[in-house]
Every structure is written in C-alpha cells, then in structure tokens.
C-alpha cells in the first residue's frame, strides 16, 4: 500500500495557470504508474492524465489534452500535474492514484490507492 497526498488546489480565474503536487510514501514509488483522476459536483470520477513507472509514457483525456501536463521526480517520489489555461469546468476535486502495475491506464479500477483530494476552483 501507498500513501498519497495532494496539495496545490486552490481558486483561480479562467485562463490562469495551477500546479498540483502528489507526495508518495510507503512501497517502492518508482515501480508504479501513477495518474490524477478528477470529481465535478454531482458526476463520477474521471480520468485527468497517467504517467508510466518511468516517465516515458503518458496519457491525457482529450478535455485536457495541451494544457495539462503530467509528470514525476522518482527521486522525490512525487508526482506533478500542470494545468494550463484552466477553464471553469475544469472545476473538480483533484485526486492522485497509484497503480498495481507499472503502466499508465486510463481506468480507476487500475489504481489501488487514492489520495484525499485537493479541490480547484475556476472562476469565470
């Protein structure tokens, strides 16, 4: 099991840029994929962007596809989310995820722990 914490949400007008922190402890981070999924008001949680155990491989959802980017330092083991030219219905609570394997997916069921969540706002 893994221990993730999320950190950077906050309100933000539309346009403007924000960056979210994931910090990993308790098994080998580096052997994992990681990923940030997202939870608007009154929907299901869903895919933001996954990163593989090294790095080399990512995958976005087409909603954010060019303005976020995802990345990882396996050294710190952590875990980054950019987001750029935010938009009001980027307006969710925010969760890290580690995988049970080493590749990036797109699924929830692929993740075996979450973090608690940091919310953003985007106003318009």
């Known amino acids: 099991q893994v221990q993730l914490v999320e950190s950077g949400g906050g309100l933000v007008q539309a346009g403007d840029s924000l960056s979210l922190s994931c910090a990993a402890s308790g098994r080998t981070y580096s052997n994992y994929a990681m990923g940030w999924f997202r939870q608007r008001p009154g929907q299901e949680r869903e895919f933001v962007a996954s990163i593989s155990w090294s790095g080399g491989a990512t995958l976005y959802a087409d909603s954010v596809k060019g303005r976020f980017t995802i990345s990882r330092d396996n050294a710190k083991n952590a875990m980054y989310l950019q987001m750029n030219r935010l938009k009001p219905e980027d307006t969710a609570v925010y969760f890290c995820?580690?995988?049970?394997?080493?590749?990036?997916?797109?699924?929830?069921?692929?993740?075996?722990?979450w973090g608690q969540g940091t919310q953003v706002i985007v106003s318009s």
């Open positions: 995820a580690a995988s049970d394997g080493r590749w990036a997916s797109r699924f929830t069921t692929d993740f075996g722990s």
